[in-house]
């Protein structure tokens, strides 16, 4: 699979398709993608980079007729963390043009409420540029190219006591020992259904420090509510794990998509074009395939608004 991913992007990488006038076809298409966040996107020393975003990236530049330049960055985890600025800093001090699966939602494209914010970590970056606050733009998206919910996972125990029953939704976990990462998403998910009604049943684990899915997979818990996106991740680097995906994905969900900044319009224009082409041909489809991705084509609304209200609203 990984040498499909490879030679499939490689072989979008040497397209030569006419762009858009205002871009010259010369000029190189800088990229930043998160380095670790498989299967979308991992650059490790030592290592090959790999991931759907990596083989995406390369399709679209093949058809804008421009060489790929990838901008590798880390994106901490932590309470003083703005994916937002982070993604805005960077395409503001030129390090690239697009940052790629950005989720689209009506917070995370909304201008800015400071007028500078700092870089993150990035590859080549130095200690002047942690310590430096760059100027920032307005941010735009491309369009969607794919979907990213969350899922039920469910522990081995679990699934042989559940042979044949379905996951329909959150209220089927009642009953169950729930675990969960605090303050996330999905913590709010689960800790407001029905008024209350799973918090018992829930465990609560520190990000970043506990271990989520390596706890699930030992029996410590029957199941979780977790971004799909993590799941085919911890599947991928265990492949003897027993943990099983119940199928269910939470209705609230956002989209991903590039995002640049508004100043360089031509650049997206371009961008959808490619998108949708690639789309159509069923080949975004197929690098979610080769990278080990649960892909989902994307949906309605392809900018999703308040997810809070639509989360109490369940």
Known sequence: MRRLLAATGATFLLMAVSAVPAIAASDVLRVCLDEDLPPLSAHHRGMPD?????????????????????????SKLDEDSSPALEANALLSDGRCALVGSYALTR???????????????FEGGTGADRRRRVPLGVLAPSQPYIYSPLTIALGSKRIEKAR????????DLAGLRIGIESGTLADAILMTFDHGRLIDDITHLVPGRDDLLGALDRGDFDATLLD????????????????AASGYYYPVGANR???GLASDPDLLVAVNKALSDLQAAGTI?????????????????????DVWLKILQK
Request: glycine letters at 14%.
């Open 257 to 259: 998509g590039y995002v």
């Open 164 to 171: 044949g029953q379905n996951i329909a939704g959150v209220g």
């Open 228 to 243: 799909l996106r993590r799941f085919d991740a911890y599947r991928a680097a265990h492949p003897d794990t027993r943990l």
């Open 50 to 74: 790999s991931g759907f975003d990596v083989a995406l990236a390369g399709a679209v530049a093949g058809r804008l007729g421009r060489p790929l330049r990838i901008q590798w960055f880390e």
């Open 107 to 121: 917070d995370s494209l909304v201008v800015p409420g400071v007028k500078t914010a700092k870089l993150p970590g």
């Open 285 to 305: 489809a197929e690098f979610g395939q080769a990278a080990g991705l649960t892909y989902l084509p994307p949906r309605e609304p392809a900018i999703l608004g």
